[in-house]
């Protein structure tokens, strides 16, 4: 592994600084500017993706041998409101084994208030407060695609590879392209993924339909949507199952 020099080094900590300060502010501005019920579950369209999510989850899970959660040690990286922690409970996580991390505070505060049992410390993905191979299984949902930064994603996989114990699981959910109203998100296709994690073996499907087409057809029921979802030529996202080696 190559060797940083101070100027190298401090360079490197600068650009963190700097990206962590740009997504504190734009999810500031996003609180203020996205629309009240975008990602409520009385949305029809965010509440038949969630659910298609959910589905594709539990089939990777049951593939990979996992039918519960329970005994495992778990970490939610960019937990937000804790509500993939909660769900966990539903596959039988233990809430003493469960931890989530998220960078803003705001977020913590309200995740703390749903599930105060809950184990949630406020801190950054690229330096995770836990010691080598705390863990058995993690997740991001829709986290990476927040970082601009490149050298800033490798460090949070190389966080996630040193966190996980041999053989652990690694599950990610996130889109893989550009957004041409967003220029804070960058997509992630399936071949990058591949190079973040090198260590790792990969199973994965390409799920969700493109928001925008998820909310035009939402209002006309689940049977329609669903019936999209299908054609996979019209999603958007990844959502893997990485196994580390």
């Known amino acids: 592994m190559p060797v940083l020099t101070h100027l ?30 975008r990602y409520a579950r009385t949305n029809p369209a965010h509440l038949y993706a969630l659910h298609e999510r959910e589905a594709a989850m539990a089939a990777l899970l049951r593939a990979a041998g996992l039918p519960s959660l329970a005994g ?25 084994r469960v931890w989530g991390i998220d960078l803003l505070p705001a977020f913590n505060r309200q995740a703390h208030l749903l599930a105060p049992h809950l184990q949630i410390a406020c801190a950054s993905a690229a330096e995770l407060p ?3 191979g705390s863990f058995d ?10 970082i601009l930064s490149v050298e800033m994603r490798r460090q949070m996989a190389r966080e996630i590879h040193r966190v996980l114990v041999r053989r652990g699981k690694f599950l990610w959910y996130d889109f893989a392209y550009n957004n041409p109203n967003n220029p ?4 992630i296709r399936l071949a990058e993924v591949r190079e973040l994690f090198p260590g790792f073996s990969i199973t994965s499907r390409r799920i969700t339909l493109a928001p925008p087409l998820g909310r035009a057809i939402g209002d006309f029921g689940p049977a ?4 999209a979802s299908k054609m996979r030529f019209l999603c958007t996202h990844y959502i893997c199952l990485l196994e580390k080696q």
């Open 137 to 146: 299984f993690a997740s991001q949902f829709v986290l990476f695609t927040s």
């Open 72 to 96: 495992l040690r778990i970490l939610d990286i960019g937990s937000g409101r804790g509500a993939t922690l909660r769900q966990y409970l539903e596959y039988d996580a233990d809430p003493a």
């Open 184 to 187: 804070n998100v960058r997509g």
């Open 130 to 132: 836990f010691a080598d």
């Open 8 to 37: 190298e080094a401090s360079q490197a900590r600068e650009e963190e600084r700097n990206e962590l300060d740009r997504i504190r502010q734009t999810y500031e501005q996003r609180r203020n500017s996205i629309p009240s019920d």
């Open 224 to 227: 329609l949507y669903y019936l």
